[in-house]
C-alpha cells in the first residue's frame, strides 16, 4: 500500500521559542525517486505550497511567507522528510500535509501522493 504519514504537529506559542519538526514516513514506494514538498490548508483558504525538495538535485524552493524560518530536508535512507519550523507565527497555524511528486511545484494537482495531514497551531 503506497502511503504517506505526517507527525509532529500539535500547539506551540508564537516567537523566537516556538519551533516543531515534522515528519513524513514513506511506505510502499522508494521517497527517494520523486520530488517532495510540504503544503498547508488553513481555515476557509486554499491549499498552499509551503517548500518542496527536488529528487536530483537536492534543490529547494520555499514559500516568501517561510523563508529564513523553514527547513525542507529528507532522509532517503529511512524513507523520510522532515519540516523543521522555527519562530512559528499565529499566520503558520494550518493543516499540514507532506506530498510525493516528479518535480518540484507550488501546485498541489502536480503532486500524485500525499499524507493525511497534520494539525499545527500557533497561539498563546
Known amino acids: 500500500q503506497l502511503q504517506l504519514v505526517e507527525s509532529g504537529g500539535g500547539l506551540v506559542q508564537p516567537g523566537a521559542g516556538g519551533s516543531l519538526r515534522l515528519s513524513c514516513v514513506a511506505s510502499?514506494?522508494?521517497?527517494?525517486?520523486?520530488?517532495i514538498a510540504w503544503f498547508r490548508q488553513a481555515p476557509g483558504k486554499e491549499r498552499e505550497g509551503v517548500s518542496c525538495i527536488s529528487s536530483d538535485d537536492g534543490s529547494t524552493y520555499y514559500a516568501d511567507s517561510v523563508k529564513g524560518r523553514f527547513t525542507i530536508s529528507r532522509d532517503n535512507a529511512k524513507n523520510t522528510m522532515y519540516l523543521q519550523m522555527n519562530s512559528l507565527k499565529p499566520e503558520d497555524t494550518a493543516v499540514y500535509y507532506c506530498?510525493?511528486?516528479?518535480?518540484?511545484?507550488?501546485?498541489?494537482?502536480?503532486?500524485?501522493?500525499w499524507g493525511q495531514g497534520t494539525q499545527v497551531t500557533v497561539s498563546s
Open positions: 506530498a510525493a511528486g516528479l518535480l518540484c511545484s507550488p501546485a498541489a494537482t502536480d503532486f500524485g501522493f
Open positions: 510502499g514506494f522508494t521517497l527517494g525517486y520523486y520530488a
